[in-house]
């Protein structure tokens, strides 16, 4: 945990600040002041305000939506802002799963052991479904993180919770997060032929369609 990270994440504790971060981040892209002013219900002036501290404390990301108007009269650019690419994360005291769990990705790639490891995650997710009888996936994903969404008949997820290790060992990772869904939804009593790797840039690399396609 760094200084840093403390001192971005204090910033969220005012309900405005939280609101209009809440609204950047469910958009899953660039957003203008006045569309999170609305979400957050507060004027434009004081979005704009806590949207730049949000930037400068590195929650967010900032640029510009040039306009469809071009020459002159066009206008300014828009100002937009998304979430930031980066991690937060505060532990008391100062925790580190993530660099052991990168180890044990690697040990898992050396051995050649991926059936077995996505054996453990469906598993996983069937244990995870017990604490969790009766309630829909939508929720039971929302509560790990995944930020899960409605989009053409199917249900993504905006979040990856397993970001670093996807990025170090995306195979052996996106194979295991496939297999804890799908123990997930058996769990929970639901097919768990719905989830099905259908990788999008800068989200989960699973989706869940509405019913079983197999």
């Known amino acids: 945990m760094s200084s840093d990270d403390l001192d971005a994440l204090a910033l969220l504790h005012d309900p405005v600040r ?3 971060y809440a609204a950047v981040a469910s958009r899953g892209g660039d957003v203008g002041r006045g569309e999170a002013a609305e979400a957050a219900g507060v004027s434009r002036t004081l979005a704009g305000h806590h949207l730049d501290k949000l930037v400068e404390a590195g ?3 900032s640029g510009f939506r040039q306009q469809e108007k071009k020459g002159p009269g066009s206008g300014r650019p828009a100002k937009v802002y ?7 994360s505060v532990s008391l005291p100062p925790r580190d799963y993530a660099a052991l769990a990168s180890v044990l990705a690697e040990v898992v790639d050396a051995l050649g052991a ?6 453990a995650a ?6 995870l479904a017990k604490g969790h009888a009766g309630e829909p996936v939508e929720q039971v994903l929302r509560e790990r993180g995944y930020e899960p969404y409605e989009e053409g008949g199917a249900l993504r997820l905006r979040n990856c919770p397993f970001h670093v290790l996807a990025e170090e ?5 996106c194979s295991m997060n496939l297999a804890l869904c799908q123990g997930l939804l058996e769990g929970l009593g639901d097919e768990p032929g719905r989830a099905r790797l259908d990788p999008r840039p800068g989200e989960c690399c699973v989706s869940l369609s509405k019913t079983n396609e197999d």
């Open 114 to 119: 991926e059936e077995r490891a996505e054996r």
């Open 59 to 61: 929650l967010l990301e």
């Open 18 to 20: 939280r609101s209009l």
């Open 82 to 88: 998304r979430r930031a690419r980066g991690e937060r």
């Open 169 to 173: 060992q995306p195979l052996l990772v």
């Open 122 to 127: 469906r598993e996983a997710g069937a244990r």
